[in-house]
C-alpha cells in the first residue's frame, strides 16, 4: 500500500515542475514560507501555509534553515503544502553547512513525498565550523550539478539584482552566475528589490551575456521598519527616498507601516507586470493577511491556480 502511494506521488510529480507554469505566459503569484527551528512545535507554520494556500497560488516555496541539515522541517512542509494542500511547492536546499551525505538524503526525501522542485542554494557562510566542509560544497552550481545527476528535478536558483555581498562587482557576480545557469538551472528567483530601475537594468545585462531562462522577481511587503533596515544591511539592498520616506512617517505605527508597506509592494508588482513580467514571488514573513491583501488587491490581474 505505502509503495503504491509512494509510486502515485511520483507520477504525479513528473506532470507538476512548475517550470511549465512560468513559462504559460498566465500571469502568476507565489509565495514563500519558513519552516520554524528544529525543535519548535510548527502548527503555527502548518496553519500559515493553508491559508497561504487558500489563496490558490502558483506554488509555495518553503525556506532551509542553514545548520539544520536533514533534520529540519522543510520537507515536511514542502510536502504538506504538495500532498494535502494540493499546492505545487518548491523546497530550498541550502549546502554551506550541509554534507554531500546529507544532500543525498534530502533528496531522497522529496523524490519519495513526490517533489519535483528544489531552489538550489549555498546558504549563509556558518560563522562556527569550516567552509567549505571537506565532505561539502562550496557553491550553488556544485549543488545544482548533484541534484541534475540523482533524479528528475525542475531546478531554480538564486540571483542578485544589486550583486551579491560576497562578489567584488556585479559584473563578476553576473559571470558566476552564468556559470550556476549553465550547470542546469531552469529558473531564477531574485533577492528583494525596492526600486524597479534594479531589476530592468538587470535583467539587461543578464541577457547580454546569454542567461535567457525566467527570472522571477521576489518582492518583499515591508511590514516592520526595524527588521527591513536589519535585512537590507545584511543583503546590501538598496532602500530608495521614497520607501525611507514611508519608514519615517509610519515605521512607529505597526498596522499604518503594514498598510504601506503593502501599497507600497502592490504598486512595485503591477509595475513589472505592466513591463511584461508574468512571475512573482512574494516574500510574505508567515503573514497570510498580508498574502492575502496583495492577492485581494490583484484580484483582476493575476491567474489564480485550480486545485489538484
Ligand atoms: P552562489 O551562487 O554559490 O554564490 C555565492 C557567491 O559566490 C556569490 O558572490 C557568487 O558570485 C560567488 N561565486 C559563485 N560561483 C563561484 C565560483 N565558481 N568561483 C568564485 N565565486 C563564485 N539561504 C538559506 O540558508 N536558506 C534559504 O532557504 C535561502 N533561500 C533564498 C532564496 C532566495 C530567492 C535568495 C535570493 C536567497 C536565499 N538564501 C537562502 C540566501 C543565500 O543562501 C545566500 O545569499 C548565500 O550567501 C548565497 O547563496 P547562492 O546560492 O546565491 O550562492
Do not use: W
Not at 545585462?205 to 526595524?226: D, F, H, L, N, Y
Request: proline residues 5%; glycine residues 6%.
Amino acid at each position: 500500500m505505502e509503495d503504491r502511494r509512494t509510486q502515485e506521488k511520483q507520477y504525479n510529480a513528473a506532470d507538476e515542475k512548475i517550470i511549465s507554469r512560468i513559462l504559460d505566459h498566465k500571469v502568476h503569484i507565489s509565495f514563500e514560507v519558513f519552516p520554524p527551528r528544529i525543535h519548535e512545535n510548527y502548527d503555527k507554520t502548518m496553519h500559515v501555509t493553508e491559508e497561504i494556500a487558500k489563496l490558490d497560488p502558483a506554488f509555495i516555496s518553503v525556506t532551509f534553515r542553514s545548520g539544520d541539515g536533514i533534520n529540519g522541517n522543510t520537507v515536511q512542509i514542502a510536502s504538506h503544502i504538495r500532498n494535502d494542500l494540493g499546492v505545487s511547492s518548491l523546497a530550498h536546499l541550502a549546502c554551506s553547512s550541509t554534507s554531500r551525505a546529507e544532500i543525498h538524503q534530502v533528496l531522497g526525501s522529496l523524490k519519495e513525498n513526490g517533489i519535483s522542485n528544489v531552489l538550489a542554494l549555498r546558504g549563509d557562510i556558518p560563522q562556527n565550523g569550516p567552509f567549505p566542509r571537506p565532505d561539502g560544497f562550496q557553491y550553488a552550481s556544485e549543488l545544482i550539478d548533484v541534484i541534475r545527476s540523482e533524479g528528475d528535478f525542475c531546478i531554480g536558483a538564486a540571483c542578485y539584482p544589486e550583486g551579491h555581498v560576497d562578489s567584488a562587482n556585479r559584473k563578476e557576480d553576473v559571470r558566476y552566475l552564468k556559470k550556476k545557469v549553465d550547470c542546469g538551472t531552469d529558473f531564477l528567483i531574485t533577492q528583494m528589490f525596492f526600486d524597479n530601475t534594479i531589476l530592468y537594468n538587470f535583467l539587461y545585462r543578464i541577457r547580454e551575456q546569454g542567461i535567457t531562462i525566467p527570472v522571477i522577481p521576489g518582492i518583499m511587503p515591508v511590514t516592520s521598519a526595524k527588521q527591513i533596515k536589519h535585512i537590507c544591511e545584511i543583503s546590501g539592498t538598496a532602500l530608495p527616498q521614497r520607501f525611507l520616506a514611508i519608514i519615517d512617517r509610519f515605521g512607529e505605527r505597526p498596522m499604518a507601516m503594514q498598510q504601506a508597506g503593502i501599497a507600497y509592494a502592490t504598486d512595485q508588482i503591477i509595475d513589472l507586470i505592466a513591463n511584461g513580467i508574468n512571475n512573482i514571488h512574494i516574500y510574505s514573513m508567515n503573514k497570510p493577511e498580508v498574502a492575502a491583501a496583495i492577492v485581494s488587491n490583484l484580484s483582476e490581474i493575476i491567474h489564480r491556480e485550480p486545485k489538484k
